[in-house]
């Protein structure tokens, strides 16, 4: 079982940027895919980013592409999401996820879950 605990989150101004993180309870947390997604108030959750296992394959939602970095540190059993040029539209709860099984498709089936961390973008 897989614990994920994201922080970072908070109030920021369109055009800024925030990191968030990931923290995995799972030594072997470099074993598992990660990603990001979002929900919104009123909306379904969408995916927002993925990373392999060793961090060498990304893929992103067009909507955040050239905006946003996924990234990781295994060293650190933790995943990031680098957020730059925040638009009013990237308000949600963010919640990182992490996967043991086949990669494609990168923004499905995913076992384990954080309790998200609210990003809001003003304008």
């Known amino acids: 079982q897989v614990q994920l605990v994201e922080s970072g989150g908070g109030p920021v101004q369109a055009g800024g940027s925030l990191r968030l993180s990931c923290a995995a309870s799972?030594?072997?947390?470099?074993?598992?895919?990660a990603g990001w997604f979002r929900q919104a108030p009123g909306k379904e959750r969408e995916f927002v980013a993925a990373?392999?296992?060793?961090?060498?394959?990304?893929y992103y939602a067009d909507s955040v592409k050239g905006r946003f970095t996924i990234s990781r540190d295994n060293a650190k059993n933790t995943v990031y999401l680098k957020m730059n040029s925040l638009k009013p539209e990237d308000t949600a709860v963010y919640y990182c996820?992490?996967?043991?099984?086949?990669?494609?498709?990168?923004?499905?089936?995913?076992?384990?879950w954080g309790q998200g961390t609210q990003v809001t973008v003003s304008s």
């Open positions: 799972e030594r072997t947390f470099s074993r598992y895919f």
């Open positions: 990373i392999s296992w060793s961090g060498g394959t990304t």
């Open positions: 996820a992490a996967k043991s099984g086949r990669w494609d498709p990168p923004m499905k089936a995913y076992d384990y």
